[in-house]
């Protein structure tokens, strides 16, 4: 199946309380980047959302690079600034305040000055290793692994215990998280999930979590642990209390698999019961949800609320939703640019536009 294929039902992944969404709490460190074309605005086709330690914020684009916004000037970094890609699919910082952008085609880190694309080795004997400040990173989902950043070497680490008439790129991976344990999770294209807790690779097989009946494939892009412990795994079909075993290494995931939304009790329900990102509410228990051409779902524990987002006359098509740094809730899209919420309803960011036309 092509990316485009896939892409007309469901796209490519924290969230706090939405109280005061609508105050302008933003600030911004004073930091100076040399590098890059100053712009007037975002590109149309924004994927990924992140703010840094400093408050700044991070637009990575599907295929004009990523842009770097500090409340005053936005900027845009390419290839020719030195991007691995102009695609980018994950941002991340690490402790020490340097920014990494996934893409397509390799990692790219960002020391203050400039971009720097990291080369990938293979680990030794495909040595598998969990710390706490490791970076995880997807690539561009056609190998049956993931990358590894130690905070000196980019490994790339293979999946072990397929089984035995496994088709190798059923496990590319399209969606990684990290639990309250510390165990890292691999949202797969169609081979379920696996978890690594620092010992052994255990993988979970379900129907939902492969090739439907109809022959398409969601793929589990978004993983997510709600307040009262179950996870979701890019459906709303279930969710599952998984037993957190303090014994390493054992081989099997154990769990117990649950009714999700219970769509027959639904007023409003998605057409298609999958999501390609997703957040939690701590505080009030919501989950929020998107699904490419379906708007925004949030989940309050007994029914689904939709927000329908439109640019005019045009439906919006959500690939992401992120949560800043001051709970503020923010969409990334693939055909109108940026939203924020302000509380009620999601409106068009501008950046450089001081009052809404």
């Not at 302008?24 to 040399?34: A, G, V």
């Not at 500090?70 to 994950?90: C, E, F, P, V, W």
């Not at 400040?133 to 049956?144: V, Y």
């Not at 890292?184 to 169609?190: A, D, E, K, Q, R």
Request: glycine fraction near 8%; charge should be neutral.
């Amino acid at each position: 199946m092509t990316l485009n294929a896939i892409l007309l039902f469901s796209i490519l992944t924290v969230f706090s309380s939405c109280n005061g969404q609508n105050q302008n709490t933003e600030s911004f460190s004073e930091t100076t980047i040399n590098i890059g074309d100053t712009v007037l605005e975002l590109d149309k086709s924004i994927w990924v959302i992140f703010q840094d330690k400093n408050n700044n914020y991070w637009f990575g684009s599907n295929g004009n690079g990523v842009y770097f916004y500090d409340g005053k000037t936005l900027k845009q970094y390419t290839t020719k600034n030195g991007l691995s890609n102009n695609a980018i699919r994950g941002i991340q910082e690490d402790k020490s305040g340097n920014i990494f952008l996934d893409t397509p085609y390799g990692v790219t880190k960002f020391d203050g000055e400039k971009f720097i694309s990291l080369k990938h080795v293979k680990s030794p004997n495909n040595q598998w290793k969990l710390e706490p400040d490791d970076l995880w990173f997807k690539g561009n989902g056609d190998i049956p692994g993931a990358y590894r950043y130690d905070g000196d070497s980019l490994y790339l680490l293979e999946f072990t215990a397929f089984k035995p008439q496994a088709n190798i790129p059923a496990y590319g991976v399209f969606g990684i998280y990290k639990d309250k344990p510390g165990n890292i999770w691999f949202g797969t294209l169609s081979a379920g999930v696996c978890r690594f807790d620092g010992v052994s690779l255990n993988w979970m097989y379900e129907k939902e979590l492969s090739v439907l009946d109809d022959g398409r494939v969601p793929a589990v892009r978004a993983i997510i642990e709600d307040k009262d412990g179950f996870f979701w795994f890019s459906n709303t079909i279930s969710r599952y209390r998984i037993q957190h075993n303090d014994s390493k290494g054992q081989k099997t995931i154990e769990y117990e698999k649950l009714k999700g939304t219970d769509s027959f009790q639904q007023q409003v329900k998605m057409e298609l019961p999958y999501f390609n990102s997703a957040l939690t509410d701590n505080e009030k228990r919501d989950l929020w949800m998107t699904n490419y051409n379906e708007g925004v779902w949030k989940y309050n524990g007994e029914s689904l609320i939709n927000y329908r987002i439109k640019d005019g006359e045009t439906d919006v098509l959500i690939i992401s939703i992120y949560k800043d740094n001051q709970g503020l809730l923010w969409l990334g899209t693939n055909n109108a640019g940026v939203y924020k919420f302000n509380g009620k309803t999601f409106e068009k960011f501008r950046p450089l536009r001081k009052s809404s036309s």
